[in-house]
């Protein structure tokens, strides 16, 4: 069990907008930056956002990040088909034992 | 274009050592966290570990007493071992770079993955 919480899925038309939600607390998010990973089947984890709401090169400005207090948000504008896949968050779990901790992810289905 | 190319044995029996390694080709070796990240069949992420140029390791608490990681500086590859494997170690493993540690962490380059499947 992750100690970040994700919808299990979110679904929307093509075209359309979703947002996906990570929830955590301080000695998580609360005090450190939070990253996102788009999975498509079969495939390896892809960064698209990085301290919170930071794009690596060649990712669209469809994908965007924000975070406030102990939770972050993965926004997705302008839905494509290519767009199904698992979204994760992560980030490092300051607490007693320190590590990074991603969350159990997100289905998105358009 | 940073590139991670990992290896290993895909089938172990209970009690074996899971061992894989990873070569980056193209990018510098230095400078960097080294990381590994499982994924069990159907389920999601799970973080491993990481070590950096000097050696220095962060492991999962919860693996910590099981894996050891390494590398190799002269060959640019780093690698996992993790002992006393049950079926419940079956995943897919991912090697990953990470440029920072600690609040700024992210993994910004996978490898390809290894599934690693754990049966009598």
């Known amino acids: 069990q992750s100690v970040l919480t994700q919808p299990p899925s979110v679904s929307a038309a093509p075209g359309q907008k979703v947002t996906i939600s990570c929830s955590g607390s301080t000695s998580n998010i609360g005090n450190n930056y939070v990253s996102w990973y788009q999975q498509l089947p079969g495939a390896a984890p892809k960064l698209l956002v990085y301290?919170?709401?930071k794009r690596p090169s060649g990712i669209p400005d469809r994908f965007s990040g924000s975070k406030s207090g102990t939770s972050a948000t993965l926004g997705i504008s302008g839905l494509q088909t290519g767009d199904e896949a698992d979204y994760y968050c992560g980030t490092w779990d300051s607490g007693l034992s320190a590590s990074f901790v991603f969350g159990a992810g997100t289905k998105v289905t358009v | 274009q940073v590139e991670l190319q990992q290896w290993g044995a895909g089938q172990l029996k209970p009690s074996e050592t899971l061992s894989l390694t990873c070569s980056l080709f193209?990018?510098?070796?230095?400078?960097?966290?080294w990381s590994w990240v499982r994924q069990p069949p159907g389920k999601g992420l799970e973080w491993i570990g990481d070590?950096?140029?000097?050696?220095?390791?962060n492991y999962n608490p919860s693996l910590k007493s099981r894996v050891t990681m390494s590398l190799d500086m002269s060959k640019s590859q780093f690698s996992l071992n993790l002992s006393s494997v049950t079926a419940a170690d079956t995943a897919v493993y991912f090697c990953a770079r990470s440029p920072h540690s600690g609040p700024f962490y992210n993994v910004d380059v996978w490898g390809r993955g290894t599934t690693v499947t754990v049966s009598s």
């Open positions: 070590i950096n140029e000097s050696g220095t390791t």
């Open positions: 193209s990018g510098s070796f230095k400078g960097y966290f």
């Open positions: 301290e919170n709401d």
